[in-house]
C-alpha cells in the first residue's frame, strides 16, 4: 500500500473514531436524562394517594411542573388529574391494566409532546393512577449535542483534511513524481521529475535524479556516437573485402585465380572470409538499427503491410535456398502503424535467424495474420529446436544458440547469419511499436517465433 493510500486510510479511521465518540457520548447524555426522569416518576410513584388527593388545590391551579397524573379506569377511561402547564392536552398512550412499575417510553394519543415516559400505580382494585413525563426537552437537549458534535466533528475533519493536503502537497507529491517518472524512463519515456519546493529533502533527492538521468543520457549519446563513427568507419572497408572475396568464392573463380587450384582449399577458405564478411557487415546494420531506436525513443509513424513485408522475404528465403521446402501464408490488408523500414529489419531478422540455424532441407512456414485488433507475423520450422536454458535469452543482444540448434558455421556463413544481434533487433523494434515477441519450442520438435502489433 502507498504511502498516500495509508493517509487517506489514516483520515478514514479518524473520521469514524470521532463518529463512534460522537455517538457514544449522546448515548451516554440520553441514558443520564431518561434516568433523571425515571427517578422523578419513580417517588411519584411512591406516593400515589397523595400526588392525587392534594388537599384544597383545584386541578386548573396545581402545578407540578411537566408532570402529568391521571386515573386510568379497569375500562381503559383515562380521566386527567393534572397535566404539564405547556402541554395541557397531553394523553399518554397507556392501555387498561397494564402495570407499569418501572418507567418506560411510550407515545402519545393527545397533545403536543410527541414522547412520554410513563410509570403507573394502583389505587384499587378498578383503578390505576398514571404518571408520565414528557421527553420533549430531552429530544431537545440530544438534538442540540448532536448538532454540536458533528459540527465539531467536521471542524476537526476538515483541519485534519487541509493538514494532510498540505503535508502531501509538500512532502508526498514530489516523491509519486519521482516514482512516476522513474517508471516512465524504464518504460523508455523522455521525462523529467517535476520540480520539488526548494529547502526541501524532495528537492535534493529530485535533483539528485535529475543528475543521474542527465549522466546516462550523456553517456547513452557518447555511446551513441561511438557505435555511429565505428560502424561508418568499418563499412565502407568491409564492403570493399566483401566485393573482392565475393569474385572468388565461387568454385570455378577459385581455381583459376593466381594459378592456384581448388585442391588446396582456397575456394573453402575464400568462402568462409566471405561468409564472416558478411556477418560482420550484419551485425554493423544490426547496430545502426539498435542505435536508431535509442535515438527516436517514441513510436514512429505510417502505414505499413506486415502481410507484404512477409510476402517480400519469403520470395527473398525461397530465392537464396530453393532447396528448402517453404510455406508463405500473408493476405493483404494486415496494415500496422509503424516504421517501415524498422519492421521490414524485423522481418528479416526473424527468416534470417531461421534460415542461419536450421539446415537448408528443413521445412519453414512464414505466415502474417489478424488476430483481434493486432497482427501477428509468426516464422516456424521443424529443425532441431532450442534448448530450454537458452529460450529465456535468445532475443538478448550478442546471443549465441548451442551448437546442436545450429546448422553448422558454413550454412550460416552462407545466408549471412551468425550475429547474435537478429533476435535483439526485432525485440527492440516491436517493443518500440507497442508490441509482443516471444517464442515457443521444443528439442527436435521445431520452434515458432513470432511477434504482434497493434493494427
Given at each position: 500500500m502507498t504511502l498516500r493510500r495509508r493517509m487517506l486510510v489514516a483520515l478514514f479511521v479518524l473520521a469514524l473514531t470521532f463518529g463512534?465518540?460522537?455517538?457514544?457520548?449522546?448515548?451516554?447524555?440520553?441514558?443520564?436524562l431518561i434516568g433523571r426522569l425515571d427517578a422523578q416518576l419513580a417517588g411519584y410513584a411512591a406516593s400515589p394517594l397523595l400526588v392525587v388527593n392534594l388537599p384544597g388545590m383545584e386541578s386548573d391551579r396545581v402545578a407540578l411542573s411537566d408532570v402529568y397524573v391521571g386515573r386510568l379506569a379497569s375500562d381503559g377511561g383515562l380521566r386527567t388529574v393534572f397535566a404539564p402547564t405547556g402541554d395541557p392536552q397531553?394523553?399518554?398512550?397507556?392501555?387498561?391494566?397494564?402495570?407499569?412499575?418501572?418507567?418506560v417510553g411510550r407515545g402519545t394519543t393527545a397533545g403536543l409532546a410527541r414522547g412520554v415516559r410513563v410509570v403507573t400505580a394502583r389505587l384499587s382494585a378498578d383503578e390505576q393512577v398514571v404518571f408520565a413525563l414528557p421527553t420533549t426537552a430531552v429530544d431537545e437537549a440530544l438534538l442540540h449535542l448532536t448538532a454540536t458534535l458533528t459540527a465539531g466533528w467536521l471542524a476537526v475533519l476538515l483541519v485534519v483534511a487541509l493538514l494532510v493536503g498540505w503535508f502531501y502537497r509538500q512532502a508526498l507529491r514530489p516523491y509519486a513524481s519521482l516514482v512516476d517518472t522513474a517508471r516512465a524512463v524504464n518504460r523508455g519515456e523522455l521525462r523529467r521529475p517535476d520540480p520539488a519546493p526548494l529547502g526541501s529533502e524532495a528537492a535534493d533527492l529530485t535533483q539528485a535524479f535529475s543528475t543521474l538521468l542527465d549522466e546516462r543520457d550523456a553517456a547513452t549519446a557518447r555511446a551513441g556516437r561511438f557505435a555511429r563513427d565505428a560502424a561508418r568507419e568499418l563499412r565502407e572497408p568491409l564492403a570493399e573485402l566483401a566485393r573482392e572475396s565475393g569474385r572468388y568464392a565461387g568454385p570455378g573463380n577459385a581455381s583459376d585465380a593466381y594459378g592456384l587450384v581448388e585442391s588446396q582449399g582456397v575456394g573453402a577458405a575464400l568462402r568462409r572470409i566471405d561468409g564472416g564478411l558478411r556477418r560482420v557487415s550484419g551485425t554493423l546494420d544490426d547496430l545502426f538499427v539498435l542505435n536508431r531506436l535509442d535515438a527516436r525513443g517514441g513510436r514512429p509513424g505510417g502505414e505499413v503491410d506486415l502481410g507484404e513485408l512477409v510476402r517480400d522475404r519469403g520470395a527473398a528465403l525461397a530465392h537464396a535456398q530453393p532447396g528448402r521446402p517453404l510455406t508463405v501464408e500473408a493476405p493483404e490488408g494486415l496494415v500496422v502503424t509503424g516504421d517501415a523500414a524498422l519492421l521490414e529489419r524485423a522481418v528479416a531478422a526473424l527468416v534470417d535467424n531461421v534460415a542461419a540455424h536450421t539446415g537448408p532441407d528443413v521445412a519453414v512456414r512464414l505466415s502474417a495474420r489478424a488476430v483481434g485488433k493486432r497482427v501477428s507475423v509468426e516464422v516456424h520450422d521443424e529443425g532441431p529446436g532450442i534448448a530450454p536454458e537458452d529460450q529465456q535469452t535468445v532475443f538478448e543482444q550478442l546471443h549465441h544458440g548451442a551448437a546442436s540448434d545450429a546448422g553448422g558455421v558454413d550454412d550460416a556463413d552462407e545466408v549471412g547469419g551468425g550475429s547474435g544481434m537478429g533476435l535483439a533487433v526485432v525485440a527492440a523494434v516491436v517493443t518500440t511499436h507497442g508490441g509482443q515477441y516471444g517464442l515457443s519450442s521444443a528439442p527436435q520438435r521445431g520452434s515458432l517465433f513470432w511477434f504482434e502489433l497493434p493494427r
Open positions: 463512534v465518540f460522537g455517538a457514544g457520548v449522546v448515548a451516554v447524555q440520553r441514558s443520564y397531553l394523553l399518554p398512550d397507556v392501555r387498561a391494566g397494564e402495570e407499569l412499575t418501572v418507567a
